[in-house]
């Protein structure tokens, strides 16, 4: 009986004490709730920041992109204008010898007949030896001097409208030179913010992903490729149309044209520049898709084949990209860039400049991503390219 009240009590107590230290340790496991809790907010905050910041790094290359094409242009119509001046001034230049020959020409006449006189002129009309040849002396040295006073007359009006074609030429110019400093200022302050932003994003990136998570982020951003590629309208029919339009309309040089198949091997490279990753080489997420070529940002970039812009838009890891349908289930794709010049709809040649090198999509060194699908299946594109 003893014992078994021993043993009752025993247990009560070791109830009490396992009760009395599972209470002392509700605090502790409410702290570390707490800060799971923190932790899983940080995480949201941080995954806003940092959507917010890609967001607004698309928002910046664009607006980048727009700017420098933008310049691009400014400086051509500079060029341009330059250009034009200086035929201007030539022409002024060339009119005024003209007007000074007329010159030298019209006040030898003066002294001509100034030494003539009036007494010489009346005995010419009244010479009566040959009154046929002194009207006819007459008559031309009347028409001369008209025909060179209209031309000196022309010739000064003319040099007065040149003269005011060289102030506006000069005008136009000095406006395009002030826009193209502003231009130039408001590329450097974007430039400036495009950086700060890639170095806040790459910040973001630090504190919120593991490898782990930028493995999954960049295999997010070749399915939203893949899912963007799925969604593309197909343009077979349309394209073989436009294709046989083309072969009708277009003389001579008919390379790059017709079936993207028969031009394995063939076709040209979009830039020239050095080949810094292959198809099939490693990359965090597995294997580049494509080539990476480097070049110089700003440089021209030339589609290999005649075909359809299908999409021509900022994606997340791509930047600007430009995709061309060339049929067939043939598509090449070109990332990175840094302005586009094509639409999506508008057809293109081969060797049409359709973008620019850039470093957009967050990436820190210029250069161009370059594809091909076979429905939405990666080719290596070195196969492609004439050797």
Avoid at 14 to 34: I, S, W
Avoid at 281 to 291: C, F, L
Avoid at 336 to 349: A, D, P, R, V
Wanted: proline share 2%; net charge negative; glycine share 6%.
């Amino acid at each position: 009986m003893k014992i078994t009240l021993c043993l009752f009590l025993l247990l009560i107590f070791d109830g009490q004490l396992v009760y009395a230290e599972g209470f002392q340790t509700n605090p502790q496991l409410n702290k570390v709730e707490a800060d799971i809790n923190d932790v899983k907010q940080d995480m949201q905050r941080l995954s806003e920041e940092k959507n917010g910041m890609e967001e607004l790094l698309a928002d910046i290359e664009k607006h980048y992109g727009e700017t420098a094409s933008s310049l691009k242009t400014q400086l051509i119509i500079i060029e341009q204008q330059r250009q034009g001046i200086a035929r201007i001034q030539q022409e002024i230049k060339s009119y005024k010898r003209e007007i000074d020959s007329l010159n030298n020409e019209l006040v030898g006449q003066v002294k001509a007949a100034y030494l003539m006189g009036q007494e010489q002129r009346l005995k010419l009309i009244l010479n009566q030896q040959d009154p046929v040849i002194s009207s006819r002396i007459m008559i031309y040295f009347n028409y001369i001097n008209k025909e060179r006073l209209k031309n000196l007359s022309n010739k000064e009006a003319a040099v007065k409208l040149l003269g005011q074609l060289d102030q506006q030429k000069k005008t136009e110019t000095e406006l395009l030179q002030q826009n193209l400093e502003q231009k130039k200022a408001e590329q450097a302050l974007l430039d400036q913010d495009r950086k700060q932003r890639s170095k806040l994003l790459v910040k973001l990136k630090q504190d919120y992903s593991s490898n782990e998570h930028q493995l999954s982020q960049l295999q997010e951003n070749e399915i939203s490729l893949k899912n963007l590629m799925n969604s593309l309208p197909i343009t077979d029919e349309e394209l073989a149309v436009n294709v046989s339009q083309n072969k009708t309309q277009v003389q001579g040089n008919n390379e790059f044209k017709g079936d993207f198949s028969t031009l394995k091997s063939s076709l040209p490279w979009p830039i020239k520049g050095r080949l810094v990753q292959t198809f099939g080489s490693p990359r965090a997420d597995g294997q580049w898709d494509g080539v990476l070529i480097e070049a110089n940002e700003g440089t021209e970039i030339k589609a290999v084949a005649e075909g359809k812009v299908v999409y021509a838009e900022w994606l997340k890891g791509y930047g600007m990209l430009t995709i061309i349908d060339h049929g067939n289930g043939y598509m090449s794709l070109y990332a990175f860039n840094q302005s586009l010049y094509k639409h999506t709809g508008e057809w293109i040649e081969a060797g049409d400049v359709i973008a620019t090198v850039g470093q957009s999509g967050g990436r820190n060194q210029a250069g161009l991503y370059f594809g091909i699908r076979q429905n939405n299946t990666p080719l290596d594109p070195e196969e492609w390219f004439h050797r």
